[in-house]
């Protein structure tokens, strides 16, 4: 069982659809951030979400912090065929570790 | 910005034989690294901490005696995989804590390494 669970797990949606991706725990985390893998690469930092209820943009993408730190959410508008790629949810655990939800596949179709 | 670094990018060894995997900060000191594994449209799973100067900290579930961690020095961690078997097979992935407090935690990975046991 993963301390963070990320819905859905797979996502295949068109071109300029909206979508979201969930991130929710029982656990409170002192932070949490988001990623972007592609294939062969190791991820990529997006965001990082410190304060309960904080919301943070980044061009297409919204991200939420829920207010009890305990989950998360990424919204995309309009997705495009370059959103496509593995999207991961993580949160800081004590000794700094950070440890990572399950993932959310997205794929956009031109 | 901060870079890590891993090395080799791909690996092909034979079933039995030994591998290492370097991780290193290239402009910045990290006292902490990790070592991820992830398995093919899987999530990176946390294998183990690595500290400077002393013991790797290992997940539950992880072979200490086979996944050999050595953190000598402040930019230089490496992960050696003993008598690699198939299963072994996947990406390895390391990240950096940076050692100055900043506001929020600082972390970066590096590249990956992919390893084929064959």
């Known amino acids: 069982t993963q301390l963070l669970e990320q819905s859905p797990q797979f996502l295949s949606i068109q071109e300029g659809e909206n979508l979201t991706v969930y991130c929710n725990s029982s656990s409170v985390f002192s932070s949490l951030q988001w990623y972007r893998q592609e294939p062969g690469e190791g991820p990529v930092l997006l965001v990082t979400v410190v304060t309960g209820g904080e919301v943070k943009k980044l061009k297409r993408l919204t991200f939420q912090f829920g207010d009890a730190r305990k989950d998360s959410s990424l919204h995309i508008t309009a997705a495009q065929p370059g959103d496509t790629g593995l999207y991961l949810c993580?949160?800081?655990?004590?000794?700094?570790?950070?440890?990572f939800g399950g993932g959310t596949r997205l794929m956009v179709k031109p | 910005g901060a870079v890590v670094s891993q090395h080799p990018s791909r690996v092909i060894c034979k079933s039995g034989t030994s591998v290492k995997i370097e991780c290193r900060s290239l402009d910045f000191q990290a006292t902490t690294m990790f070592w991820y594994r992830q398995f093919p449209k899987q999530s990176l799973m946390l294998m183990a901490t690595s500290n400077e100067g002393s013991k790797a900290t290992y997940e539950q579930g992880v072979e200490k005696d086979k996944f050999l961690i050595n953190h000598a020095s402040l930019t230089l961690s490496t992960l050696t995989v003993t008598s690699a078997h198939p299963e072994d097979s996947s990406f390895y992935i390391c990240s950096a804590r940076t050692s100055t407090v900043h506001s929020g935690n600082t972390i970066y990975f590096g590249e990956g390494s992919w390893l084929t046991v064959v």
């Open positions: 993580a949160g800081f655990r004590a000794g700094n570790m950070l440890t």
